[in-house]
């Protein structure tokens, strides 16, 4: 069964920092892109970043370019998030996000046919 699996969500204060995975079972990421987004409470939900399946090439939405940084290790089939200076703007359910076809990087939540269950980031005070 085709899974995709979120990890390492929070509480923060402003300014910390948390890595998120996302770890992939019954199936292998290495042919496909990944994506990252969010959902804040009453948002829709976002893309944040994404990253090729090489790992060569990684986009980020401008809301988080220079904090937040996609990683990924095709041999642990998980993919990363490092999420650094975190506002408390940034608090949302993240998710991991894989199509079901190789692609390149996309936004689009319609390109992507596998979703994880989601990890919670909060940031306060």
């Given amino acids: 069964q085709l899974q995709l699996v979120e990890s390492g969500g929070g509480l923060v204060q402003p300014g910390g920092s948390l890595r ?38 990684t986009n980020y939405a401008d809301s988080v370019k220079g904090r937040f940084t996609i990683s990924r290790d095709n041999a642990k089939n998980t993919v990363y998030l490092q999420i650094n200076s975190l506002k408390p703007e940034d608090t949302a359910v993240y998710y991991c996000a894989a199509p079901s076809a190789p692609m390149g990087c996309s936004y689009s939540l319609e390109d992507y046919d596998y979703w994880g269950q989601g990890t919670q980031v909060t940031v306060s005070s």
């Fill in 20 to 57: 998120l995975s996302c770890a992939a079972s019954g199936f292998t990421l290495d042919y496909y892109a990944i994506g990252w987004f969010r959902q804040a409470p009453g948002k829709e939900r976002e893309g944040v970043s994404c990253i090729s399946s090489s790992g060569g090439n």
